[in-house]
């Protein structure tokens, strides 16, 4: 315990420390304190130190909406349907009609990662359906376009993404 002659001390050379510039006193020991080789830059009086919020600039003018005149999302993104790869096994091909015709993805890639057997695939697709849907929910609706399917595997690995 402190007794009240330290604690006087001790608030006389922080308020010292406090208005003394760092390169007139580097280094102090307060009593009371833990010993630090950081200097304390000088404080600005509360006159002086500005109280406003940081004011958010450009959020107000930002829109999310589509016009009337669009087309919506949808009827945009059935025409940018990425081309199927040459390569995919049947499993994968199978894979990639299904989803193609319930979620018109952007972006999609289909791996068999199972080794060659179809026991598990990798699946990342991007759609505008996914959109205002949190990630499980976004799951759901690949797993609900595959069915039954997805029963049959030992596991998937799905990654979804709004464009």
């Known amino acids: ?6 604690l006087r001390t ?9 208005s003394s510039t760092p390169s007139r006193r ?32 450009g959020w107000s003018q930002r829109f999310y909406s589509a016009s009337a005149g669009a087309p919506s999302p949808l009827e945009s993104t059935k025409s940018v349907i990425p081309e199927k790869p040459e390569l995919l096994s049947e499993g994968e091909s199978q894979i990639w009609d299904i989803l193609v015709a319930e979620l018109f993805p952007t972006e999609l890639v289909v791996k068999d990662i199972s080794g060659g057997c179809g026991s598990m695939y990798g699946i990342d697709i991007v759609s505008e359906k996914f959109r205002g849907l949190n990630m499980l929910k976004q799951q759901r609706l690949v797993n609900a376009a595959l069915g039954d399917l997805v029963k049959e595997w030992h596991g998937l690995q799905l990654k979804t993404r709004t464009p």
């Not at 001790?10 to 406090?18: D, N």
């Open 26 to 57: 580097p280094f102090m020991r307060i009593p009371g304190r833990p010993f630090s080789s950081v200097t304390t830059p000088a404080r600005a009086p509360p006159a002086q130190i500005s109280r406003t919020q940081p004011q958010i600039v």
């Open 10 to 18: 001790g608030a006389r050379a922080e308020a010292s420390l406090l």
């Open 1 to 6: 315990m402190i007794c009240r002659s330290c």
